[in-house]
């Protein structure tokens, strides 16, 4: 029996997308709900709507389609419901299983909290997944940028992100100061804010987890653990002891430590075998850069994979082309990694790849791999014929500049000229 809602109209033509036995059960014609977002978010989103549709008709010949369904947060839920998150949403979200988002305004300060960290966390989406990789003739301000191939599994729900704070002089401040100071002789100054970084091994260990059968499934070569241990012993150390263990415990007969690689197989990395490794945060900035060819599949707590995801996409050419993902243990969201630049909104000139292929993850998600490999061709073609976004067109010589829509319908041309093999 259909799902009832009060404002939404769910296509009659399509199915839902359902759990069966802990695997996505995928129709040929699912509803996937939609999130135009605020700012840049519906003129990005209409874009990557239709290059996705269109990499679909083409791939499947139109036995699949997409039917999409738009569902309501930020400045479009205000207007409709009353209120930033509706309820309608997040239970549409939960029954269809996957969706796709454009980006939500997220005030600095006062305010409301970032309806992007409710989201995840109402949801318990608790990996954001970020793969960083270049797509060539992107400008990069590092000599190597196709050395970057790497996917960044941050933890969602935990650490500073978990929003456990008091502001300053506030009676709940005032409290925890003067608990510190009293129970463990911490002194604390009394006009300081407090925050709390719960770390948990539950959390931790479901994100290293996936982390590793995201390896092992795309046959990828390591896992590294990266956490603030040597400062942070109780919360990011214990990350990292909690993502050995639950890689020894569960994989123990597809990995490897970086210590039993050397000591047992002489540096050479057996085929069959994932080596689990570690580093602290401040060094694998510099080793990103200076050893980027290193580094895999990588699994951290949340302040450090923000930082670190932008500062990997930034490498290979910024959040423009750095598309992400936020999944629990079924649904996901997929979403563009960038902000709403609302300076720009409604010009028509903003650079769309982040959220298409934010929308090449969710396909892959679904298992319609022929389509998302479409459109990466497409949008490499794209690029290589330098019909380009203002934010490519002026670092790119002899470069076309394009409008967002129109960079689209050059993708979804390329898209449609490329020829079909049962294997792409």
Same mark, same amino acid.
């Given at each position: ?92 979200? /939960? ?5 796709? &988002? $454009? ?6 300060? @006062?305010? %409301? +909290? ?106 990828? /070569? ?5 956490? &603030? $241990? ?6 990011? @150390?214990? %990350? +990292? ?184």
């Amino acid at each position: 029996m259909a799902m009832k809602f009060e404002k939404l109209e769910p296509p009659s033509d399509g199915k839902r997308i359902r759990v069966k036995k802990g695997k996505l059960i995928v129709p040929d014609n699912p509803i996937i709900p939609v999130i135009y977002g605020d700012g840049i978010g519906p003129e990005v989103v209409e874009v990557a709507i239709n290059v996705l549709s269109a990499a679909v008709d083409h791939a499947y010949q139109g036995n699949k389609k997409i039917k999409w369904l738009e569902v309501f947060a930020g400045n479009r839920a205000k207007e409709l419901y009353g209120e930033l998150l509706p309820e309608e949403t997040l239970k549409a979200i /939960k029954h269809y299983c996957v969706a796709l &988002k $454009g980006p939500l305004t997220t005030p600095i300060g @006062g305010g %409301f +909290r970032s309806l992007n960290v409710t989201l995840r966390q109402t949801l318990d989406l608790y990996a954001c997944v970020r793969p960083v990789y270049y797509l060539e003739g992107v400008p990069s301000p590092v000599k190597h940028p196709e050395k970057m191939n790497i996917v960044i599994f941050r933890e969602n729900t935990e650490d500073v992100y978990a929003g456990i704070e008091w502001k300053k002089d506030s009676e709940d401040a005032k409290k925890i100061i003067e608990f510190l100071y009293q129970e463990f002789g911490i002194r604390i100054r009394e006009d300081s804010g407090i925050g709390v970084k719960p770390i948990s091994e539950f959390g931790t260990k479901r994100l290293v987890r996936k982390a590793i059968q995201y390896a092992i499934d795309m046959r990828r /070569k390591s896992v590294t653990l990266v956490h &603030k $241990g040597n400062i942070m012993k109780y919360t990011e @150390g214990a %990350f +990292r002891d909690w993502g050995y263990e639950v890689a020894k415990d569960e994989f123990d007969d597809r990995i490897i430590t970086e210590q039993e690689l050397w000591e047992k197989y002489d540096g050479k990395q057996p085929e069959e075998k994932i080596v689990i490794k570690d580093r602290l945060a401040d060094n694998m900035f510099q080793q990103i850069l200076t050893r980027t060819e290193e580094y895999d599949v990588l699994a951290m707590p949340n302040l450090n994979g923000d930082y670190f995801s932008d500062a990997a996409a930034a490498q290979v050419g910024g959040l423009g082309v750095a598309p992400g993902g936020n999944i629990g243990d079924y649904i996901g969201i997929f979403e563009a990694t960038h902000g709403t630049a609302p300076k720009y909104a409604g010009l028509n000139k903003v650079n769309p790849i982040s959220i298409i292929l934010s929308g090449v993850m969710m396909l892959e998600y679904i298992g319609w791999n022929e389509a998302a490999k479409l459109i990466v061709k497409g949008i490499k073609k794209t690029v290589k014929q330098k019909l380009v976004t203002y934010d490519l067109a002026r670092q790119m010589k002899d470069a076309t500049e394009v409008k967002t829509a129109e960079f689209g319908n050059y993708v979804i041309k390329n898209i449609k000229e490329t020829k079909l093999f049962k294997r792409i």
